[in-house]
C-alpha cells in the first residue's frame, strides 16, 4: 500500500531553516507527482510546492516563493522541502502528497513551528 513518512520538522527560530523530507513506498515514485501542504489550526490548507515526476518542473505558493526549494531524489523514493528564511506564519503541520486527479495519498504530517 502506498506510504508517505514526513519527517524534519521541529522547533526554529525566525530566520532559522528546516529541511523536510519524505519517504514513499508502495508506488512507482518516478511516475508520481508530489506536493507538500500545509495547514495552520483555524487556517484553511495551502498547497506550498509541487513537483513534477522527473522533477524539472516545480511550482511554489507566492507565499513561499523564493524561500522554500522543493526537490526529489528517484533512487530514494524521497521528496524534500527545503525551507529557508523562516517566518513565525510558517508554523504549520506540513503533509507530503502524493498527487493524483484521480486519488491523492497523504502522509501524517511533521510540526514546523517558527518561534522565538
Known amino acids: 500500500q502506498v506510504q508517505l513518512v514526513e519527517s524534519g520538522g521541529g522547533l526554529v527560530q525566525p530566520g532559522g531553516s528546516l529541511r523536510l523530507s519524505c519517504a514513499a513506498s508502495g508506488f512507482t515514485f518516478s511516475d508520481a507527482t508530489m506536493r507538500w501542504y500545509r495547514q495552520a489550526p483555524g487556517k484553511e490548507r495551502e498547497l506550498v510546492a509541487h513537483?513534477?515526476?522527473?522533477?524539472?518542473?516545480?511550482a511554489y505558493a507566492d507565499s513561499v516563493k523564493g524561500r522554500f526549494t522543493i526537490s526529489r531524489d528517484n533512487a530514494k523514493n524521497t521528496v524534500f522541502l527545503q525551507m529557508n528564511s523562516l517566518k513565525p506564519e510558517d508554523t504549520a503541520t506540513y503533509y507530503c502528497i502524493r498527487y493524483s486527479t484521480i486519488r491523492s495519498y497523504w502522509g501524517q504530517g511533521t510540526q514546523v513551528t517558527v518561534s522565538s
Open positions: 513537483i513534477s515526476p522527473s522533477g524539472s518542473s516545480t
